[in-house]
């Protein structure tokens, strides 16, 4: 007779199919709470284009703010 396989429950599988969940599952059940606290920004490509890095987009955002705040009255 031979032995089962045994897996340990790190292990993961090739493949998996639904019954192997207890639960039912829920397409998008954290994409609200993604959205919320996630803190991407997705730049235009002519905007992309006119920065060689992230640095550089920091910079010029934080000179603008700079700019807002000296010319704004209070």
Do not use: C, H, W
């Not at 396989?5 to 019954?19: H, P, V």
């Not at 919320?36 to 905007?47: D, G, Q």
């Amino acid at each position: 007779m031979k032995k089962a396989k045994e897996t340990s429950q790190g292990d993961l599988r090739e493949a998996y199919a639904r019954s192997d969940f207890a639960k039912p599952l829920v397409r998008g059940k954290y994409a609200k709470r993604l959205r919320e606290s996630s803190n991407v920004v997705v730049l235009t490509p002519e905007v992309a284009a006119a920065f060689p890095n992230e640095k550089a987009v920091n910079k010029a955002l934080k000179s603008l703010i700079d700019i807002a705040r000296a010319t704004t009255r209070l």
